[in-house]
């Protein structure tokens, strides 16, 4: 018997569908146009029983980035949407799909974005939408629950082992709706925002080109936001010219598009300083993640990302609270509360985590304007909390040209931002199947080995794996050893305030990993 349980459910990896949809000689193939057929449709299930409409009455949208894969898988999804009234929103960002749920001229009940963000070529998955932002892990369960039972009843595929691939499963039989999607310009509605976003915030002299003077790069690492140079800032008189990698292209040609990688940041600080540039932006392949790089070629990312982005909102929310990962450093910490005048939470690795840990502070009565991970997953209050690669450079464009008529720079705003002397993380990988429960049982013993160690002083609160600091005469700075979130590794940060610093709390740790035979680097 096919076990399309198992087929359906192994494509979650947290509130996202992804998976292999092109095969390699290292990965098998598992998501097909058919598994994809049968995800949609079972959401417009979903989304009725949600919403209490019929599914005929539901408005739902569909978009995708610049993979290889997304024509196919496209038409697969319009097939699972055709009983309701549905829209083919094109090459997208994915803020953009979700958008799509709240802004008048769409307003649809729901949305998908086809996309595998930063992920290898091959790779690509669905993200879906409602007014509320993106499914909850628990809600893309019950999606994913309700497809196994569509293909269950439907496929007309032969029988075979989901550990085989999943080629069987067919959506041949899977009733067809209303017909043809309509072609929606969801694009040119969110950059119309952006642009009113802009124009109103910046409040120039020339208000419909708030933007001349200012010459602007994008590195768009040929994924799906290229239009931001193109449809906003060119628009609203930036000079655009030196912007790099603009094209769609799904193979990727020329770097990685993930604000996270080396060679990416590389490309976008070269595009700034190769072409004298004001500021340089740069995204991820579907747009939901972005950094940038200043004029003199200084990364504004991780840390200091979420500096200048607290600073630029610090003087409208005075004492309101800064939602991070677990692995943002002492000297940033120090930065939002004693020079910003801010309360920083530390929480949880995932940008889920984060973004829903300050949904739920401002539900409490404590404001949370910021919630944003290291990654560049960055979310603010008054833009529902969408993690919006274009509105966190649109934050920091519009100040940026507030500044410039003052004859003051961007940089100023984090001139009192200290810097850790060295940052460095160790990937342990966990041997075994019962990797979870393994990484567990090191995580308690090492907080157990923490406590009786001199010099160790273990961080609380703390909400993800034992963080400890460290302040000697030896060494100055801090640790933190948790579980990866779906990956058989324990991630181990350390940060030190001087040069050698890290290699003294990594020599003070070895003892203690030393222990366990089924870890290695």
Known sequence: MTDYAKIFHRLQNGNDVRGAAIATDTEQQTLTADIAAYISRAFVTWLSGRTGKNPSDLRIGAGHDSRVTADALMEAVLHGFSVAETYNCGLISTPAMFQSTVLPGSHFDGAVMITASHLPFNRNGLKFFTKDGGLEHDELTEVLDLATELAEKYSTGAEADAGDGVSSVSAAGLPVGKGSAVTFDMV????????????????????????????IVE??????????????????????????????????????????????????????????????????????????????????????????????????????????????????????????????????????????????????????????????????????????????????????????????SIKSLISGLKAPAESVEIRYHIAGEDFADYGSKVLEDFRKFAEKTEGFHIVEPNYEGIRVSFNDSEVKGWMLVRKSLHDPVLPLNIEAEKAGGAEIIRKRLEPFFSRYDRLSV
């Open 188 to 215: 040119g509605l969110y950059c119309e925002n952006m642009k009113k976003i802009i124009c109103d915030e910046v409040n120039a002299a020339d208000h419909d080109h708030p933007l001349a003077g200012l010459h």
């Open 219 to 408: 590195d768009a690492g040929n994924g799906a936001a290229g239009f931001f140079a193109t449809d906003i800032l060119k628009p609203l008189g930036a000079d655009i010219s030196g912007s790099v990698f603009l094209d769609p292209d799904g193979t990727f040609p020329n770097h990685i598009p993930n604000p996270e990688n080396r060679d990416a940041m590389n490309a976008a600080r070269k595009a700034v300083l190769d072409s004298r540039a004001d500021l340089g932006v740069i995204f991820d392949c579907d747009g939901d993640r972005g950094a940038v790089v200043f004029s003199d070629g200084t990364e504004v990312n991780r840390n200091v990302l979420i500096a200048l982005l607290s600073a630029i909102l610090a003087p409208a929310y005075p004492g309101s609270t800064v939602v991070t990962d677990s692995i943002t450093s002492d000297e940033l910490h120090d930065f939002l509360e004693k020079d910003l005048g801010l309360k920083h939470f530390r929480y949880r690795r995932g940008y889920k985590n984060v973004i829903d840990k300050g949904i739920e502070l401002n539900r409490a009565g404590e404001d949370c304007e910021l919630a944003i991970e290291t990654s560049g997953h960055g979310a603010f209050k008054e833009n529902y909390f969408s993690d919006d690669g274009a509105y966190i450079a649109v934050k920091i464009i519009c100040r940026m040209a507030q500044l410039k008529k003052e004859g003051r």
